[in-house]
């Protein structure tokens, strides 16, 4: 049965500061999800480092190699029960396709100011900020269920807690009406995203051993420990990171343990299907040899322009730069007068340096011509360009090359492509058969009350206002 109560938004109550209070997440207030909550397993020791799945540009070991890890401090899984040293197999190991792939859904990135209450099951009333004692009023009620897939709940803060950004810059960019048309349609489209995600879950819960799942539990587990030593070692600090958020902290964790749980179903169930052979590969080699694995030819200068019309008229402008490359082939600073001579801004700011510039990518081409005709350290007559004198030195120059194909670096770009392309080809079927046999239903009036919320705040994203 649909929850039948409806949010109602009966009054917000706004100062200088506004903070995201549809939000649930905190440490006051019922659980929406109770009963639901992840439980750590107790016994598993757990390490204040991050895993594989939370650094950014780690770079594992190749995806054909033993499910073998040699240092846990980069492992995508915790530590097993094992105070050693030795190697110890991992089960199963998770490709680094797809810890790129399904991965938790990004939290908002909105700026969070002070950390606001948590949305509470029951009306609630009037509260302060913690940390600044300005005030931030909200009064919703319990009920906040937009849809439900195979029994399961989907609530409205957390639709909305995940479109906050996208719905402050449609809001600037669009009427009232067609803002109210947008937020809708962007509803629609998280709900359906988070009913995807809750679809996943119960697949891997169902197919998956009790093994897997403790990986998975210890997994998120480590997580939890990480994000409580990042906040200090306090609990309640972790908490508040996530409040502010629009999280609670442990509804958070247990989104982590619905990730890994995902990545470990693929990585049994799918990933051994993903089959790449030497034929896709050299014919992907000679599909993308131009855009892909042609490395083009770069060059790097400075560059100082004069302007007639900042200079008195074009002789006067042709007299300084004369001047100005006389001095450089004296061996004067190039950088030096690009700092203090020079009539754009911008290249007076960088002392002249452009960067790296590809072969036919400069955006003036009498300059471009110019510049390719120098090697490095050699300076440039004077270019004219119709409506201003440049002058240019060379700095360093790179030869582009075709990259064979024989290339270790371009052979593991292919089939960390194929791979990917693949996977996700087989990952959408997969999606597509759940969705196929999922009963999911939406309740249309706590739909339109999210958006009725999202409306509240309109006047002031609308504005520019910052929150």
Known sequence: MMHGTKILLAAVALSTLTGCSWFGGGSQGQDLNAGQRFSPAPSAPVRNTPTGIDQPGYIPPPESAPALVKDREQSSLPEPHSSGT????????IPRTIREQVTIRPPSTHPAGDADEPLSNEVATPVAHPTTGRSLESYLTLGGVVAEVNEHPIYANEVLREIVVPLKTRAREL???QFRDAALKM???QIER??????????????????????????????RQRQITENGGSLEMAKRKWAAEGYDFED???????????????????WPRVQVTADEIRRYYDQHINDEFTVRDEV??????????RTGGREAALNKIKDLRTRALRGE?????????????????????????????????????????????QVSDIIDAGGAFYLAKVEERKLGRV?????????????????????????DKVLDALNKNAVVRQDADMINSAVDIAMQNYQRWHAGETD
Do not use: C
């Open 300 to 309: 790097r200068f400075r560059l100082i322009k004069i302007d007639p019309r």
């Open 86 to 93: 030795s190697l110890t197999p991992i089960t199963p190991a």
């Open 187 to 189: 509803i629609h489209s």
């Open 333 to 377: 600073d190039f950088s030096q007068m690009a700092s203090t001579v020079n009539d754009s801004s911008f290249l007076m700011s960088q002392k002249g340096d452009v960067g790296w510039i590809q072969r036919g990518n400069y955006a003036v081409p009498e300059v471009e011509k110019a510049v390719w005709d120098l090697q490095p350290n």
């Open 194 to 223: 988070l009913a995807s995600n809750e679809r996943e879950t119960a697949v891997a819960e169902r197919n998956l051993d009790d093994k897997d799942k403790d990986m998975a539990r210890l997994g998120a587990a480590r997580w």
């Open 403 to 427: 990259m064979p194909f024989d290339e270790q670096a371009v052979q593991e770009k292919i089939q960390k492509n194929l791979r990917s392309d693949q996977f996700r080809q087989l990952r």
């Open 252 to 270: 958070r964790v247990e989104q982590e343990y619905h990730a890994i749980l995902a990545q470990v179903y693929y990585s049994k169930k799918v």
């Open 175 to 177: 009427d009232e009406q």
